[in-house]
């Protein structure tokens, strides 16, 4: 991808995607790889279980909001099928998750359209996502918002305008939002492929080159110096 956009995106005015600080003291970076020992298969199998075990991880941190995993390799999508099997499994995160509350706003951090919407409803999937397409500095790109409220997502449409700063979605409970602990996956993209309302959001680990070329990193907009 070019210099230049980047450095454009890095200095764009952005509004925040979250009204949450993403910085110390009350934000922390969670680790989802399988260096955690927190993360046991039956952990990740049930989701209120899992959600437990990720407010343990904040308490730990004193923390009210987690953040991070862009590129990192996660155990976490061994809890479902959707992810792939052996020799096929996907791992790598290619967006950052912010762990909030449910029902935390979350708005468009630069002026965009919507370019599509889609339930993404497996279990461990999106749930309610959708896609805007921004233009910076001559280049069209797009940011993917997934696990949001089922209710605020009905009432989108492609093609519809957001100014920079208005929400326009919910970070949604389980198991609406793909039956995940509340979060929001945050994601950028300088090429949707021909896809509608999805985009992966976790790739093969030998992959890497390839997709972080593809999806740059979303701490140019959420400029947080925890990730």
Do not use: K
Not at 143 to 167: C, F, K, M, T, V
């Amino acid at each position: 991808m070019p210099d230049s956009f980047l450095r454009a995106l890095a200095q764009a005015p952005a509004a925040p995607v979250l009204p949450v600080p993403l910085g110390a003291p009350s934000a922390a970076r969670l680790d989802f790889t399988a260096a955690n020992p927190l993360l046991t298969p039956e952990h990740l199998r049930d989701t209120p279980a899992f959600d437990r075990v990720v407010q343990q991880m904040l308490a730990a941190q004193h923390a009210a909001t987690g953040l991070g995993g862009y590129l990192e390799n996660r155990v976490i999508y061994r809890r479902s099928a959707h992810f792939g099997g052996p020799g096929q499994a996907r791992s790598l995160h290619l967006g950052v998750d912010v762990w909030v509350l449910a029902g935390t706003p979350v708005a468009a951090p630069l002026p965009a359209t919507i370019h599509s919407l889609a339930d993404n409803d497996n279990f461990g999937d999106y749930g309610p996502t959708v896609i805007l397409q921004h233009a910076l500095a001559g280049t069209t790109f797009y940011s993917l918002y997934g696990h949001l409220g089922r209710r605020e997502w009905q009432q989108l449409r492609p093609g519809q305008a957001l100014a920079a700063g208005e929400a326009f979605a919910t970070v949604g409970p389980y198991p609406e939002n793909g039956d995940w602990p509340p979060h929001l996956h945050f994601q950028l993209m300088l090429d949707l492929q021909g896809r509608q309302g999805d985009f992966p959001g976790v790739a093969r680990v030998e992959e890497r080159a390839h997709w972080a070329a593809l999806c740059p990193d979303p701490n140019l907009i959420l400029r947080s110096r925890l990730i």
